[in-house]
């Protein structure tokens, strides 16, 4: 997981939009994706965008990608309680194995 | 979405005893699981890749005979930990990708929490 780095923590009032950022190492990742894992419980995958694309929105999950930067982000608007979770990015080395980041733990407050 | 099972959720057993651990895939065909660690507050770790009908890819300082991987078919893998230790106690998962499809997707179990006491 240490080639792939995202800020530990992010407390966000309920309503307001968050922002995950995560930058990855491998350029020639051609998937890279967002987890969602809740206490104690596995992952749930969040969404996932492909290399060749900048930007995918999928309801109220907007994901951002600059290859040129490797920067990953995940937007999610209009955050709720039930989004209280560790978010996991990941990119693919060797177009199968997953390569994950340490998590940052979205807390919601009211 | 793929739904990967995995059982038990929970397991608790005695040091010395051995504990297996069971990666189902129920409505795809996986030809490659995938084992992780994940210690408290940490990120996923892998241990090894299983192919159907081969010998698990261990990742560096994964002991294969600790941790014993097969992948029978291409709906189940199971991960034995042998002789378990107290170090040994973590939250295991596994993912499976689709048969075919590379690059896609992983799909992960719930998680089996051992604990070894």
């Known amino acids: 997981g240490e080639d792939v780095e995202q800020s530990l923590f992010l407390s966000v009032r309920e309503g307001d939009s968050s922002v995950i950022n995560c930058t990855y190492t491998?350029?020639?990742?051609?998937?890279l994706y967002w987890y969602k894992q809740e206490p104690g419980a596995g992952l749930q995958l969040l969404t996932y965008?492909?290399?060749?694309?900048d930007m995918k929105q999928d309801q109220r999950l907007t994901v951002l990608l600059n290859k040129k930067d490797k920067h990953l982000s995940l937007r999610i608007a209009d955050t709720q309680t039930g989004d209280s979770a560790i978010y996991f990015c990941?990119?693919?080395?060797?177009?199968?194995?997953?390569?994950f980041g340490a998590g940052t733990t979205v807390t919601v407050r009211a | 979405g793929a739904v990967v099972s995995q059982h038990p959720s929970w397991v608790i057993c005695k040091s010395g005893t051995s504990v297996k651990i069971e990666c189902r895939s129920l409505?795809?065909?996986?030809?490659?699981m995938f084992w992780y660690r994940q210690f408290p507050k940490q990120s996923l770790m892998l241990m090894a890749t299983s192919n159907e009908g081969s010998k698990a890819t261990y990742e560096q300082g994964v002991e294969k005979d600790k941790f014993l991987i097969n992948h029978a078919s291409l709906t189940l893998s199971t991960l034995t930990v042998t002789s378990a230790h107290p170090e040994d106690s973590s939250f295991y998962i596994c993912s499976a990708r689709a048969t075919g499809v590379p690059g896609t997707e992983a799909f992960f179990g719930q998680g089996t929490r051992l604990t070894v006491v």
């Open positions: 965008i492909f290399s060749n694309m």
């Open positions: 491998d350029s020639s990742s051609t998937y």
């Open positions: 990941a990119e693919t080395i060797n177009d199968y194995k997953l390569s």
């Open positions: 409505d795809f065909q996986a030809t490659t």
